[in-house]
């Protein structure tokens, strides 16, 4: 299998590279604290990252505070919570105002908390309800949080990910994400690499299409993606970027 990132094996300094997390850098668990971060993975990224001038951010659902704990020591330029929170090369924090009703979704759901196969979520500026412990429950799911999406109106949106739904604020996206950072020393006049794994990805291809990058998703090549190429695994990915990392052109 060819891989897809050999372009920046010769030349990284002319890349921008936006990674996310869950089911793509790391493999997926049953529960969002289960999943476990690969030996050596941060140390990889912070050598890649040098590589490529700093030009590599962390695009993910998780908040900010998680990733920074999850790979510590090593802290990254990151899009947190779909883009709700952003973290800019320079260290300076972007966050969205929460509008109301959080709380009342949060009071919602914790009936959820006990229920066998389903995981609630609190992200700060968001809520999940996770079901892959119970696809059987995934009808019931999408029906509980589109009730609380209608409850709490227009300035809340649903975010359908693999085995979540997601009741976030409206308006930011991974693909907004992007294009912020591309605006932005170091990722300014690179040519834009996107990685995912999951519907919530899909808006990060689009840019890097757009502008002549990657686009990458980690799946069946036979799955619908606006992505131009695949990697079977976040294992595969990983083994990827450690070559990158170590390459001495």
Not at 147 to 161: D, K, S, V, Y
Not at 222 to 232: F, I, M, Q
Request: one cysteine or more.
């Amino acid at each position: 299998m060819t891989d897809p990132l050999a372009p920046l094996l010769e030349d990284p300094g002319a890349y921008a590279l936006f990674l996310d997390i869950d089911g793509c850098l790391i493999d997926l668990a049953p529960t969002p604290e289960g999943i476990t971060v690969p030996e050596g993975l941060p140390a990889t990224l912070s050598r890649l990252s040098a590589r490529m001038g700093g030009a590599l951010a962390l695009v993910t659902g998780r908040k900010m505070e998680w990733v920074d704990v999850t790979f510590a020591p090593e802290i990254f330029p990151l899009a947190g919570l779909h883009g709700f929170q952003r973290r800019r090369a320079d260290g300076q924090v972007l966050e969205v105002t929460v509008p109301p009703g959080l709380d009342r979704v949060r009071a919602q759901l914790a009936r959820y908390a006990d229920v066998p196969g389903l995981v609630v979520e609190d992200k700060g500026l968001a809520m999940g309800l996770h079901y892959r412990q119970a696809p059987e429950r995934m009808d019931e799911v999408k029906a509980i949080m589109q009730t609380l999406a209608a409850e709490i109106g227009p300035q809340w949106e649903l975010q359908f990910g693999k085995g979540v739904v997601e009741l976030r604020p409206a308006g930011a996206t991974k693909g907004g994400a992007v294009t912020a950072f591309l605006t932005e020393a170091p990722f300014a006049g690179r040519i834009p690499v996107t990685i995912g794994d999951d519907v919530t990805d899909e808006t990060m291809f689009p840019i890097a299409n757009a502008q002549g990058g990657l686009s990458i998703r980690i799946a069946d090549p036979s799955e619908p993606t606006a992505a131009r190429a695949h990697l079977p695994s976040p294992s595969a990915l990983r083994a990827s970027l450690e070559r990158i990392a170590q390459w001495d052109a």
